[in-house]
Structure formats: structure tokens, C-alpha cells
């Protein structure tokens, strides 16, 4: 029998009129996306991610209005609890906080960027795994052919490319 989890939702006012859903399971941060996104769906084969230390749901959303109004976020890896990363992945991860708003690259163009040429695959698998997303800002990598996926849906990967973030 499959175990049944708890399921969290919060919605907070964001981008002036948007509604941003936030899903947590196990006290642990798991879900990100907008009001009309179907939450439910998107946890049926999901596996839940530790990210925040049960402290500190306060302070990400203090982190993500500082990401709505578009200001310089310091993000020390040492706060998060992400225990299902790698070093590596880690690493990979620290390179891309450091793009700015509206600076978007293709997995390839990062991975020259971040000088590891041949680790295009590896680079996916990272943002795969990107367990804060719009904080980490994994939708700053675009596939090559503007394919648009993203774990929470594509409408809000469209507005969050469309007004530069």
C-alpha cells in the first residue's frame, strides 16, 4: 500500500497579481507554481526534495519578494538542507545563481560558461534536481530548440521568461 502524504498548501500574492502556490510535504518545501496549475497532478509520481530547514519557510519568503522585485539575493547553501545533492551538483547549482534576471543561456552555452564543455547532460540532471526553484533559477537555462519544460508547469516558466527573470 503506497503511503499517503500530507499535503500543504500555501498561496501567496506575488508579481502584483499573481497567486503562487506553495506545496509542502513532511514539513519540507516540494512544490512551486501558480494558482491554476494542477498541484495534485504534478505529486502523483513526485518524489518529495528536503530543502528548508523547518525554520525557515519564513525567511524564503522573504527571499522570494526579494526575487519579485528583481534585487541582488545572497543565498548560502550552508542554510539549506539539501541533503539528495551532490557536491557536484552543488556546485553546478552555485554557477547558476550567479546569472542575473533576464540572462538566459542553453544547457550547452552554460556548460562552456562554467568551463565543463562536455557535462551538457550532467548540467539537465542539476536543474532537474533544483530543489528551490525561482530562488535557484533554473529557468534561466533554455533547451536549444525554446522547448519550454519546467517541474511547475510551463505557464509560469512563459511569465518568468517573458518579464525577465
Same mark, same amino acid.
Given at each position: 500500500?503506497?503511503? /499517503?502524504? @500530507?499535503?500543504?498548501?500555501?498561496k @501567496? #500574492? @506575488? ?7 506553495? *506545496?509542502?510535504i513532511?514539513?519540507?518545501? %516540494?512544490?512551486? *507554481? ?6 495534485? /497532478? +504534478?505529486?502523483? *509520481?513526485?518524489?518529495?526534495r #528536503?530543502?528548508?530547514? !523547518?525554520? /525557515?519557510?519564513?525567511?524564503? &519568503?522573504?527571499i ?8 541582488? @539575493?545572497?543565498? !548560502? +547553501? ?5 541533503? $539528495?545533492?551532490?557536491?557536484? /551538483? ?12 533576464g540572462? =538566459?543561456?542553453? =544547457? %550547452?552555452?552554460?556548460?562552456?560558461h &562554467?568551463?565543463?564543455?562536455?557535462h551538457?547532460? +550532467? ?5 532537474a ?5 525561482l530562488?535557484?533559477?533554473?529557468h534561466? &537555462?533554455?533547451s536549444? $530548440? #525554446?522547448? &519550454?519544460? =519546467?517541474? %511547475? *508547469?510551463?505557464?509560469?516558466?512563459? +511569465?518568468?521568461?517573458?518579464?525577465? =527573470?
Open positions: 500500500m503506497r503511503e /499517503q502524504k @500530507i499535503i500543504k498548501v500555501f @501567496i #500574492n @506575488i508579481f502584483e497579481n499573481k497567486i503562487l502556490k506553495i *506545496g509542502i513532511d514539513e519540507k518545501l %516540494s512544490y512551486l *507554481g501558480f494558482e491554476k496549475d494542477n498541484i495534485y /497532478q +504534478f505529486y502523483k *509520481g513526485y518524489k518529495v #528536503n530543502v528548508l530547514k !523547518n525554520d /525557515q519557510f519564513d525567511k524564503y &519568503i522573504e522570494l519578494r526579494k526575487f519579485e522585485n528583481k534585487e541582488k @539575493i545572497e543565498l !548560502n +547553501f550552508e542554510d539549506l538542507f539539501l541533503p $539528495n545533492l551532490t557536491e557536484k /551538483q552543488m556546485e553546478v547549482l552555485k554557477e547558476l545563481i550567479k546569472l542575473k534576471y540572462e =538566459y543561456m542553453t =544547457y %550547452s552555452d552554460f556548460a562552456k &562554467i568551463n565543463k564543455p562536455d551538457t547532460r +550532467f548540467i539537465a540532471t542539476c536543474m534536481k533544483n530543489p528551490i526553484l530562488i535557484i533559477p533554473c534561466r &537555462i533554455i536549444r $530548440n #525554446n522547448e &519550454i519544460k =519546467y517541474r %511547475s *508547469g510551463i505557464e509560469i516558466k512563459k +511569465f518568468l521568461l517573458k518579464n525577465k =527573470y
